[in-house]
T-cell receptor
Framework: DTGVSQDPRHKITKRGQNVTFRCDPISEHNRLYWYRQTLGQGPEFLTYFQNEAQLEKSRLLSDRFSAERPKGSFSTLEIQRTEQGDSAMYLC?????????????FGPGTRLLVL | GQNIDQPTEMTATEGAIVQINCTYQTSGFNGLFWYQQHAGEAPTFLSYNVLDGLEEKGRFSSFLSRSKGYSYLLLKELQMKDSASYLCAVGPSYNNNDMRFGAGTRLTVKP
């Protein structure tokens, strides 16, 4: 049983460029979450999918951010026209929604640095 | 809204016991989670409490009081490898589907 994987692990880009991150969840998990984490803070929720449907987006997710989960399996998070403030660790987590008990398992994250 | 508060830093000695407290205010509740996060790595799941009381799992135990909006994580027989950040998080509820994290408590274990 493989865990959650993310690619790339590190990304350095110039301000104004677009970047795309990928997340592969645990295979039987139906929910997939994206979080952003900056130094000294806990993860902040960005958005989540149940199967292929994007059910909730945080107000943190500006129109430069878009996420997809086209077949209900892997997901991508794209940031357009990156800004220096986008520099952070982007974490993906997946879970199996079973009644009210739901534990999220995190991937290793993608660390983004915008120069 | 939801507020989750936990101490910023704690220091303890190898072999000792440490208790990390977490208080929360939330409009909905469906479980209290503790995660461990080593520097530069992703959070890893430690424990989950949905009912009041103590859940024990090896050297780690977690306690919840829903009426007081309070939880703690107890770490026994501390080891150097326990040096990490410990994140308290309130789980998804009927009116919000995301998990809200505290800022984390950075624990340093000294010899």
């Amino acid at each position: 049983d493989t865990g959650v994987s993310q690619d790339p692990r590190h990304k350095i880009t110039k301000r104004g460029q677009n970047v795309t991150f990928r997340c592969d969840p645990i295979s039987e998990h139906n929910r997939l979450y994206w979080y952003r984490q900056t130094l000294g803070q806990g993860p902040e929720f960005l958005t989540y999918f149940q199967n292929e449907a994007q059910l909730e987006k945080s107000r943190l997710l500006s129109d430069r951010f878009s996420a997809e989960r086209p077949k209900g399996s892997f997901s991508t998070l794209e940031i357009q026209r990156t800004e220096q403030g986008d520099s952070a660790m982007y974490l993906c987590a997946s879970s199996l929604n079973r009644r009210k008990k739901e534990t999220q398992y995190f991937g290793p994250g993608t660390r983004l640095l915008v120069l | 809204g939801q507020n989750i508060d936990q101490p910023t830093e704690m220091t303890a000695t190898e072999g000792a016991i440490v208790q990390i407290n977490c208080t929360y205010q939330t409009s909905g509740f469906n479980g209290l989670f503790w995660y461990q996060q080593h520097a530069g790595e992703a959070p890893t799941f430690l424990s989950y409490n949905v009912l009041d009381g103590l859940e024990e799992k090896g050297r780690f135990s977690s306690f919840l009081s829903r009426s007081k909006g309070y939880s703690y994580l107890l770490l026994k027989e501390l080891q150097m490898k326990d040096s990490a950040s410990y994140l308290c998080a309130v789980g998804p509820s009927y009116n919000n589907n995301d998990m809200r994290f505290g800022a984390g408590t950075r624990l340093t274990v000294k010899p």
